[in-house]
Structures are given as structure tokens and as C-alpha cells.
């Protein structure tokens, strides 16, 4: 019996152990869900931008009658990379659709184009992983004239 009880432990130390760190490395977020196949090019005005309580920067833009809600990413490195979005600022978005699980429609941006301080600015990189999460690259930063 004094042989079986320590190594019953360690089995039910291992697994919480194991499970732990099986389920950290598999919760799924929200910037893993850029899929190519639904990728979208919205054009309007920027009529709204709020931070969620994680710090993620969306705004609303509006084309025709209706407006979307793009995610943008962390506050953190919108503000790194002095990227400015104003209310009414004409832009060109490219992202991907994503439905949430209350069904509300989002679009993640890979790059957007501001007309209003003629700049274009790229959030994800060739892999469409979100510049903040990959280390050692170069942000991209375009100017253009019309």
C-alpha cells in the first residue's frame, strides 16, 4: 500500500500537469482566425473607434448604409508603430470575415489604406500572422500620391 500511494500521486500530478499545458497551447484567439478564403476589401469612412477591456483596438466603418466592425489589434502596437486612425478618415480595409459565436460579423484587418494621410499600414505579414506577434521583422510602412 506504501508503494502504490506515491506513485498515485505522481500520476495525478503528471496529468493536471500534462492537461494544464495541453489546453494553454491550444486556446484558440481571435487573430489565429484570418482565413485567407473570406477575404474582403471594404471601402467607406471610419465613423466609430472604441478599445475593448483587452486593449484591442476596432472601429467602425461605414459603407453604404451599413457599418462594419474591424479589428485592428493591441493598442500597444498601433501606438508603437504610429499608426493613426481619426473619425472620418476615408479607408481602404482588407481583411478577413470572421462570425463570432454570438454571430456578429467582425473583419480582421491584414492592411489598411488611409486616404485621408495617404499612408497604407500592414498588420499582418505574408503568412498573415499579426506583425505583434511575429519577432525580428520589419514593419512596413508606405506613403502614396494620388
Given amino acids: 500500500m506504501k508503494n502504490i500511494f506515491p506513485l498515485v500521486i ?3 500530478l503528471s496529468l493536471v500537469y500534462f492537461n494544464k499545458n ?3 497551447q491550444h486556446v484558440p484567439d481571435i487573430y489565429e ?3 485567407i ?3 474582403i476589401t471594404l471601402r467607406g469612412k471610419v465613423k466609430s473607434i472604441w478599445i475593448t477591456k483587452n486593449n484591442i483596438v476596432l472601429i467602425g466603418v461605414k459603407r453604404k448604409k451599413h457599418i462594419y466592425t474591424v479589428i ?3 493598442q500597444r502596437f498601433l501606438k508603437k508603430r504610429n499608426i493613426k486612425i481619426d473619425l472620418n478618415d476615408r479607408v481602404i480595409i ?3 470575415k470572421y462570425i463570432s459565436r454570438e454571430g456578429n460579423l ?3 484587418a491584414r492592411f489598411i489604406k488611409n486616404f485621408s494621410k495617404k499612408q497604407i499600414y500592414y498588420l499582418r505579414d505574408k503568412n498573415m500572422r499579426p506583425y505583434w506577434r511575429v519577432r525580428k521583422r520589419k514593419y ?3 506613403f502614396f500620391f494620388f
Fill in 10 to 12: 505522481l500520476l495525478i
Fill in 22 to 24: 495541453v489546453f494553454a
Fill in 106 to 108: 467582425y473583419i480582421i
Fill in 94 to 96: 482588407k481583411g478577413s
Fill in 140 to 142: 512596413r510602412k508606405h
Fill in 37 to 39: 478564403r473570406t477575404e
Fill in 72 to 74: 485592428l489589434g493591441p
Fill in 33 to 35: 482566425f484570418y482565413d
